[in-house]
Nanobody
Framework: QVQLVESGGGLVQTGGSLRLSCAAS????????MGWFRQAPGKEREFVAS????????YYADSVKGRFTISRDDAKNTVYLQMNSLKPEDTAVYYC?????????????????WGPGTQVTVSS
């Protein structure tokens, strides 16, 4: 059984930073790609970032490129999302997700395991 738990969300002012963490338990995830998604109120869940199993390849949504950085520490079974220069439109519940294959992916349907989410609110 795989479990993912996000942490690090909170309230921050425009231009501020947050670092989200996603801790995985159960099967180790050293050979699977990981991703971050978000869902704002009244909107569909959308892709934010993905990282492959080797941490060499990363992939970002255009809306966060240059501001967010995804990384992973397999020794800690944890994936991170460093979020800088935050904007009010980044306000959402952020979800960590895991694939069962090594490659990056932006499609929600290609992820097999999901965390419960953590709220990020950016005030203007």
């Amino acid at each position: 059984q795989v479990q993912l738990v996000e942490s690090g969300g909170g309230l921050v002012q425009t231009g501020g930073s947050l670092r989200l963490s996603c801790a995985a338990s159960g099967r180790t995830f050293s050979r699977e790609a990981m991703g971050w998604f978000r869902q704002a109120p009244g909107k569909e869940r959308e892709f934010v970032a993905s990282i492959d199993w080797s941490a060499v390849i990363t992939y970002y949504a255009d809306s966060v490129k240059g501001r967010f950085t995804i990384s992973r520490d397999d020794a800690k079974n944890t994936v991170y999302l460093q979020m800088n220069s935050l904007k009010p439109e980044d306000t959402a519940v952020y979800y960590c997700a895991r694939r069962t294959v090594p490659s990056v992916e932006s499609s929600i349907s290609k992820y097999d395991y999901w965390g419960p989410g953590t709220q990020v609110t950016v005030s203007s």
